[in-house]
């Protein structure tokens, strides 16, 4: 089974940039899409961006983040990222990596099968 471990939270200030990385437990991983979300306190979780595994490719993002996110993947180290670059306060949530257990970029949530523990990102203005 498939585990996601992220890591790179923290507290920034507006403007600033951050990188967030989810580290999966094995090789099946670098098939499958991947998928960046996020919920801000008092809201749903809503779809950040999401990276085609070996067999599709390519990415697609939430139009919020469109310009100044951006996702990859290392499949050497089995990894993916989110950088963030203009970070805004209304970037401020709990961030999750999950990974949809198959090919095929998705942006709903109940899509995705593997779930990572969150990681908190905050951004002060």
């Known amino acids: 089974q498939v585990q996601l471990v992220e890591s790179g939270g923290g507290l920034v200030q507006a403007g600033d940039s951050l990188r967030l990385s989810c580290a999966a437990s094995?090789?099946?991983?670098?098939?499958?899409?991947m998928a960046w979300f996020r919920q801000a306190p008092g809201k749903e979780r809503e779809f950040v961006a999401t990276?085609?595994?070996?067999?599709?490719?390519?990415?697609v993002y939430a139009d919020s983040v469109k310009g100044r996110f951006t996702i990859s993947r290392d499949n050497a180290k089995i990894t993916v990222y989110l950088q963030m670059n203009s970070l805004k306060p209304e970037d401020t949530a709990v961030y999750y990596c999950a990974a949809r257990g198959a090919p095929g970029k998705r942006t709903r949530s109940t899509s995705y099968d593997y779930w990572g523990q969150g990681a908190q990102v905050t951004v002060s203005s």
């Open positions: 990276i085609g595994g070996t067999l599709d490719g390519g990415s």
């Open positions: 094995e090789r099946t991983f670098n098939t499958y899409a």
